[in-house]
């Protein structure tokens, strides 16, 4: 398994701000993957984090509103851009194993609120 | 729209109680795997299944992987109140994304 962690755990931010979210891996990692959560429901796929290259957004997120920094192995960043209070969640960030299942591994995750 | 479906949403059960959560999709999964969420935590992962009918026991858990990899389920039995939490699948398909269920929030009482 990896260890993840994620910088900040929590914030709240002003409506039209932007924040960024760190997420860092004790091993290097090929797959890294950011989430969305409402509290106490499921996860939504925000888009792969790709190193070398640009990010796969799923539908509906853009690179505009979620830009994403892939710089090497071990780090990753997801930036909320613009933000209004729907904005308000918990993001997550996850890594795939490399090992005889791709299982994946999760941060703690980073609660936001915008108001 | 969700892919992956699963049910009950809710569970509120008593302690030494037996329960059964599903998730179900229309797609097949080349794996499949079960998550369990505490507040203010990330999800963790509790197993991974990948062979149509395969059964895996985790202590008081067993999960079951359904013939057609389209389904899943997680029975626990003698609940205890260390269960209480959000539960959730996640398939994978062609080996690709992952892609997670509803949820299931269960709450155990002592």
């Known amino acids: 398994s990896a260890v993840i962690s994620q910088k900040p755990s929590r914030d709240i931010c002003q409506r039209g701000t932007s924040l960024t979210i760190q997420c860092q891996v004790d091993s290097q990692v090929t797959m890294m993957f950011w989430y969305r959560q409402q509290p106490g429901q499921s996860l939504t796929l925000i888009a792969t984090?790709?190193?070398?290259?640009?990010?796969?957004?799923e539908s509906g997120f853009v690179i505009d509103k979620f830009p994403i920094s892939r710089p090497n192995l071990t780090f990753s960043t997801l930036t909320v851009s613009n933000m209004s209070p729907e904005d308000s969640s918990i993001y997550l960030c996850?890594?795939?194993?490399?090992?005889?299942?791709?299982?994946?591994?999760f941060g703690p995750g980073t609660r936001l609120t915008v108001l | 729209t969700q892919l992956l479906e699963q049910s009950p949403q809710f569970l509120s059960i008593q302690e030494g109680e037996n329960l059964t959560v599903y998730c179900n999709s229309s797609s097949v999964f080349s794996s499949l795997q079960w998550y369990r969420q505490e507040p203010g935590e990330g999800p963790v992962l509790l197993v991974t299944?990948?062979?149509?009918?395969e059964v895996k026991k985790l202590k008081r858990l067993t999960f079951q992987f359904g013939d057609a990899r389209k389904d899943s389920s997680l029975h626990i039995t003698a609940a205890q109140p260390g269960d209480t939490g959000l539960y959730l699948c996640?398939?994978?398909?062609?080996?690709?994304?992952?892609?997670f269920g509803s949820g299931t929030k269960l709450n155990v009482k002592p």
């Open positions: 299944v990948v062979t149509g009918g």
């Open positions: 984090a790709n190193q070398g290259s640009e990010a796969t957004y």
């Open positions: 996850s890594v795939e194993s490399s090992g005889e299942y791709n299982e994946q591994f």
């Open positions: 996640a398939g994978q398909y062609n080996f690709n994304k992952f892609y």
